[in-house]
């Protein structure tokens, strides 16, 4: 048996799981990228540490299989904290291998790294010579089985040791564990008495492959349907609404508060999904099944903790009969069909600058049709699910949601495209204050995408603090931003770019995806702030409300 380096032999079992790995390289990961290039893995090099841990994410957001970040110990392990904060809240699988302190004890310069990833919900498993590659299974299973992020820690002192032999077991083969009979009997009766039934699916259902079951039982029953926006058209068809919560059109709110009995797959049901407790009636039957041990939101009726998929396999075994409220579906198809959708916005503002919700509804005319999206945070984040055609919930990845931060657009974009396949285009959508956060990682963009377009909102500003609290009268002065020339930055790097004030300057856009689409376009759209996004102004007003009622 070839001798292998603690750092190789977590780099040969990783190897079995991941195919890609994305970091900076450092004193305390720089044996562990050696072996790793031994074991066949890509690397790809990023400028900022956070993105290793962004970019891996986005990896599996996109394609459904696990990545890995690395980064050295002590500083390069803190600058990654943001993005493995995401990572946990959004329980998305992951795998930061990262340097730690030797084991003769702390440096200066060290940090107890076990201790702040547990603050951050992030399990550590520190490797040894004699466990390091069963430690590292044990760290990979433990991220696949809860769907969140892990850290694996190669102490200093131990990374170009030979590790002891081991003779692992082959990966348990996953086993679907949960009983799905439960209550699924009673909740097949509620569906088959419901005159307007809606199925509103989520992450969890798209996870789960359950989107076929779930369309089968939504035609059976003549249900509507509709997703959260991290399950995007995932139940679109006959009876589709579209998404649920601040992203949807009025009239199809207006429709899913009619609901007499919802059945929740998947999803967890925020306030912003729930549109601050009015996405509901106050009388419908609200039934969740979901894989968290218990309902996620008060307005749950009945809760059955399953998979999606085979609890919705097992409903269509028990719910008979066909289209039961037809009528249900075709009076939504005449109301959707004469009700407003979005808001079109202005060709021309007051100000000079485009009104985003005109230039959304013209980049979806221009984008590719085969698009995978990135979202950063930001006020601007409703634009896309509003406006453009994504098909798939696996193209629309709104990163920075879970845990209410900007700036990991640029480093998830880089992850995304390395799992892009098929001919599709990676479109980043950012805000400017997002963007330079990220701008380093600009760089490695351009260097990963085989086709990239960054769409960048540039309004001078943090949008969503002008509107929220510069609305209130609070200075304004620094909520802005300088304006930044973005398309002078991308040409530099190695990107084309256009500014964009007008319409009509996406024809240089257009020019280069006709021209066949390749490396990366950086458009600088200067768009104005006078424009609210209409789930901001939902979310002004819950929160108003709420304290109006505290202080009553």
Known sequence: MTSLTVSGRVAKVLSSYVSDVFGVMGNGNVYFLDAAEKQGLRFTAVRHEGAAIAAADAYYRASGRLAAGTTTYGPGYTNALTALAEAVQAQIPVVLVTGDAPTSGARPWDVDQTAIAAGLGAATFTVTRDAAGAITRQAVEYALTRRTAVVLAIPYDLAAL???????????????????????????????????????????????????????????LGALTAGTALALNLLNGEGYLGVAGGFGTDTAAELMGEADVVLVAGAGLSPFTMRFGHLLGPDATVIQIDTAVEPTNPRVDLFVHADAKAAASRLLSLVDGEAAAAAWRAEAARRLASGPGHAAGSVEMVDGRLDPRALAAALDTVLPERRTVVQDGGHFIGWAPMYWNIPRPQDLMMVGTAFQSIGLGLASAVGAARAVEDGRTLVLASGDGGFLMGLSDLESLIGAARSAIVVIYNDAAYGAEIHQYGSQGLTEKPMLIPEVDFSGVARALGAESAVVRSLDDLSALQDWIDSG????????????????????????????????????
């Open 517 to 552: 689409a390749e490396g990366t376009f950086v458009a600088d759209c200067r768009i104005t702030s006078t424009v609210r996004a209409p789930w901001l102004t939902e979310w002004m007003k819950a929160s108003q409300a709420a304290k109006a009622t505290a202080s009553g």
């Open 162 to 220: 030979e590790a002891a032999d081991e003779e692992l077991p082959e990966p348990m083969a996953p086993r679907v564990t949960d009983d799905v009979d439960g209550d699924l009997g009673q909740v097949a009766r509620l569906l088959a008495v419901a005159k307007r039934p809606l199925i509103l699916a989520g992450r969890g259902a798209h996870l789960a492959g359950a989107g076929p079951e779930l369309r089968e039982l939504a035609d059976r």
